[in-house]
């Protein structure tokens, strides 16, 4: 068994750049796992994914040539069905042997263990381990099969007869195990040592491989190809940075991950240029040149050290000539008319003021069964309205209104038409155009806020208001049709709502109860829906639980919290900070144990306890104790926990640990005295009341 690197290399037509990285990772991670099931690949082997344009590669470490032989243990049948009297094999057990393919010599590796009161015959052999030939062509198969092609093609091999389904037409195939080549074959191919470099600027073609170990210097050498996608990756930016420093002091490129990676998938031997275009573009408003730059030309605008745009772009080529200046001029040339696009976009929604658009979303459907965009714009003023009143009066409830009036128009210009990233962006811009003052034109902007995990949020009170009507009234409505997000599948990012509202009412303390709120939403609809209320403030506490996991909070402390469902949702920090002061004091424990025990007491006595526990029935001392020892602390309890210092009230609650524990040594609560019972439970139900005021401190018992 000899044991060496192994490359294996899938030659391709150009690979679609957005889905490259994760078809690179998926390409390596699951044939190294295949192979690690098989006993191939030893365990501490390194596994290097290559991927590029035309090609999906990985290199592991530590491969045999053979898998070790393995034991195995086949259970045959009962002995007494094996073996006759004198302890020789009965037919059944020669038949049973030949249909394993093996013969009455592995008579000696029978073995006989008792099973309950059945003995059972064993069949004790070794079997041989998989050759790498076998297990790499068993890998390549599960692996094509496995990866996540966006959308697979069609294409017939060179004998005219064969089609093969692959994301792209393959070319090329390597197995090499050190220099040796692993005979395997996949879509049409069959594997060699041979790949090729760059499509212009390979020096060599084709390339014939040392072996595993030197196939990325080899590429790079003779095919001028970086093959691995993050070292690319890397490149690029070292380029960028550097091109963008000798562009001008404090010149920055847009940074954007997601664009990087594409370039980088787009490129085998990156080679960043600086371009520019016409600076009487830079009227128009940066957002819409920048989004049009790198969503249809793929270049990377370059920002002053204010975060202004300039007139200069970088660009990313895969050829290095000479004499760059055709490249750039080309480049120059074909940005031109997406500017001018964007210009005559932006001059022409100008001529017309948003409020006179907004007639027009009643021509826009937003669903089916919820109406169109206009019928939702009158829900979402509706909504802003009640919410900016709470918020802060009349004044800002009309501001509010207008706003949410507005927020939607700029759906029907020509530049969100063509740049739906731009919504709400340009909204601004032409509320601010038409004279409407910032604070409405940035609430008409920051209504969608957050956008996404780690967003900012709405800068004005007008923006709060309109972003919580629009998250609101897009849960509600979806909830109300039927439309959850299923496993994966959220279509109308209701989880990012969801959060987007937890974070707006716990980050902006806002003095708002989510129930109020979703009554006041689910009105709007009228006979549009079922009332989605109650599933709907589980979907909501649930993403609030895994947010609060997220920041750093135990999972017992969250659950004691939300067990409450606390409906001011700016009052759970305050809440779970209270509760984790609690759980360090020693009186945690024996109380929080004794609250699930009351819980559990209660829940068995069902409706029986008396409204209210009567100090007259009282039989011993101990019950006597608590109850006067209760009452002592329910005013100052009762008076720190409208204060919202839940902290100091788990405090105060402690104190009761000596007169709850003496309770429960001394006091039988479910006594056959039935009024005696039933006055101990209203007790403890007096007791449990004023334990989870702040939360369900039962819930934090082991």
Not at 287 to 293: A, H, P, S
Request: glycine share 6%.
């Amino acid at each position: 068994m000899r044991m060496a690197s192994l490359l294996v290399e899938l030659l391709v037509e150009e690979l679609p750049p957005k889905a490259l990285k994760k078809l690179g990772e998926a390409f390596a991670s699951s044939l190294a796992e295949s192979l690690h099931a098989q006993g191939l690949a030893a365990p501490d082997s390194t596994v290097t994914p290559y991927a590029t344009p035309r090609r999906l590669a990985v290199h592991i470490s530590k491969v045999a040539s053979q898998a070790a032989d393995k034991p195995l243990r086949q259970k045959l049948m009962p002995v007494s069905v094996g073996l006759d009297a004198n302890g020789q094999p009965t037919p059944a057990l020669l038949k049973k042997l030949a249909t394993l393919g093996v013969d009455a010599t592995a008579l000696s590796n029978l073995r006989r263990e008792q099973e309950g009161k059945t003995e059972m015959l064993y069949l004790d052999s070794l079997v041989t381990g998989i050759s790498l030939a076998e297990g790499l062509q068993k890998a390549l198969e599960e692996t094509l099969s496995k990866l996540p092609i966006p959308k697979v093609m069609s294409y017939q091999l060179a004998d005219g007869w064969s089609t093969v389904h692959f994301v792209r037409p393959a070319h090329g195939l390597v197995a090499l195990h050190g220099n040796e080549i692993v005979p395997v074959h996949v879509l049409g191919l069959v594997s060699s040592n041979l790949t090729q470099g760059h499509r212009f600027e390979a020096r060599k073609h084709p390339i014939m491989l040392q072996d595993a170990d030197h196939y990325a210097t080899q590429l790079e050498s003779e095919g001028a190809v970086i093959a691995s996608f993050e070292a690319r990756r890397t490149e690029i930016a070292r380029q960028l940075e550097q091109a963008a420093a000798r562009a001008g002091s404090g010149l920055k490129p847009v940074k954007d991950d997601a664009l990087l990676d594409e370039v980088t998938a787009l490129v085998e031997r990156p080679n960043v240029l600086l371009g520019q275009f016409d600076a009487h573009f830079l009227e128009v408003p940066q957002e819409c040149l920048i989004l049009t730059m790198k969503i249809h030309q793929k270049y990377f605008p370059l920002l002053d050290a204010h975060g202004k745009l300039t007139n200069r772009f970088l660009l990313v080529s895969n050829v290095h000539p000479a004499d760059p200046s055709a490249i750039i001029a080309g480049n120059e040339r074909v940005v031109r008319p997406r500017l001018a696009d964007a210009k005559f976009f932006y001059d022409q929604d100008r001529k017309k003021p948003l409020e006179s658009r907004i007639a027009e979303l009643d021509r826009v459907v937003y669903h089916n069964r919820l109406g169109s965009q206009g019928e939702r714009v009158r829900r979402l003023c509706t909504i802003a309205h009640t919410v900016g009143h709470a918020l802060g009066g009349e004044h800002l409830a009309r501001q509010a209104e207008q706003a949410a009036r507005l927020a939607k128009a700029d759906l029907v210009t020509e530049m969100v038409g063509e740049f739906p990233e731009l919504q709400g962006v340009m909204g601004r811009y032409y509320a601010q155009h038409d004279g409407l003052g910032n604070d409405i034109a940035i609430a008409i902007e920051d209504h969608y806020k957050p956008r996404f995990a780690g967003d900012e949020l709405p800068r004005n009170n007008i923006g709060l208001a309109v972003a919580l009507a629009d998250k609101l009234e897009t849960l509600v409505g979806l909830f109300g049709i039927g439309e959850k997000p299923t496993g994966e599948k959220d279509p109308y990012a209701l989880r990012r709502h969801a959060l987007g509202i937890t974070r707006i009412l716990t980050e902006k303390q806002l003095p708002l109860r989510l129930d109020v709120l979703l009554s006041e939403v689910v009105g709007t609809f009228g006979s549009r829906i079922e009332n989605p209320t109650a599933a709907l403030t589980d979907f909501i506490y649930e993403r609030l639980a895994g947010s609060l996991r997220e920041q750093g909070y135990r999972a017992q402390e969250i659950d004691a919290v939300l067990a409450l469902r606390p409906q001011r949702l700016a009052e759970i920090k305050g809440r779970l900070e209270a509760v984790r002061a609690f759980s360090t004091m020693p009186e945690s424990e024996s109380l929080s144990a004794a609250n699930k025990r009351i819980r559990n007491i209660l829940k068995k006595a069902g409706d029986e306890a008396l409204p209210e526990p009567d100090i007259a029935l009282f039989a011993e001392e101990a019950e006597k104790a608590l109850f006067f020892a209760m009452h002592a602390i329910i005013p100052e309890v009762r008076s720190l926990l409208a204060n919202e210092d839940y902290t100091d009230a788990l405090a105060k609650l402690a104190t009761l640990r000596t007169a709850v524990d003496r309770f429960f040594d001394q006091v039988m609560v479910m006594t056959d005295e039935p009024l005696l019972r039933r006055n101990r439970l209203a007790l403890l139900n007096a007791l449990a009341d004023l334990m989870n005021g702040v939360a369900d401190i039962s819930r934090l018992a082991a």
